[in-house]
């Protein structure tokens, strides 16, 4: 019998959650260095080839939701209404996703992947890819004129934010700290008006200007 597409997607996610739940109360129950991947796959009742066509390595179990949050991220900035400024979208965006990495329940993880270089350093890695993709983002918007620097520094000040907030005893009020720095910084790289930043030509922003 032919599956749906959409039965098929769901039982496909719902696998995918499966695993990453199931690797996330191992490692949490024994250390995470005391979990293999044919630990995972054994207790979620997969193969352990099932196991790698959803995530790449053992540390992306742990991070189960990147692509998510790297796509979130630039949703921010290209799913913004026209002519929102950039940076309240970014803020209200890495509020949310500081208020879901906070939540209940969340502190033991936190612990833990700081407690492992190897998770350490996933997470370093991953933040570099969102910052990169933020910024590609940024950059393409014809709206938001500035220089590549300008568009690759803001991005990293924005991923950071959220790895700085997220470790503050009130995350939230940390968020909007951070983003009044950010929207200062911002505005500094604004090109005056008669300008035209490096990078970007005359007739480039006249195009953008109507």
């Known amino acids: 019998m032919t599956v749906p597409p959409g039965r098929r997607e769901r039982k496909k996610a719902a696998t995918r959650q ?4 199931t690797a996330l109360r191992l490692f949490l129950e024994r250390g995470y260095d005391a979990v293999g ?3 995972v796959a054994a207790e979620a009742d997969v193969a352990v080839t ?7 390595s ?4 742990v991070f189960e939701q990147d692509e998510n949050f790297e796509q979130r991220l630039t949703q921010a900035v290209t799913g913004r209404t026209p002519h929102e400024p950039l940076i309240p979208a970014l803020r209200r965006e ?5 208020r879901h990495c906070t939540a209940d329940g969340a502190a033991p993880i936190w612990r833990m992947v700081d407690a492992s270089p190897a998770l350490r350093e996933y997470e370093e890695s991953m ?3 969102h910052a990169e993709s933020l910024a590609t983002a ?3 918007d014809p709206d938001l004129p500035q220089t590549t620097t ?3 520094t803001i991005a990293r000040f924005v991923i950071d934010a959220y790895s700085l907030a997220r470790e503050a005893a009130d995350p939230e009020a940390a968020v909007d700290e951070i983003f009044q720095m950010i929207e200062a910084a911002w505005e500094a790289t604004r090109p005056s008006q008669g300008t035209v930043p490096p990078g970007r030509t005359a007739a480039d922003r006249a195009v953008t200007s109507h």
């Open 58 to 61: 053992k540390e992306a179990l």
């Open 94 to 98: 890495i509020q949310a996703l500081v």
């Open 18 to 21: 499966k695993i990453a739940d």
């Open 37 to 39: 991947i044919r630990d």
């Open 150 to 152: 300008a568009c690759r």
């Open 127 to 129: 933040r570099l890819r």
């Open 50 to 56: 099932t196991v790698f066509s959803h995530f790449a």
């Open 138 to 140: 940024i950059a393409a």
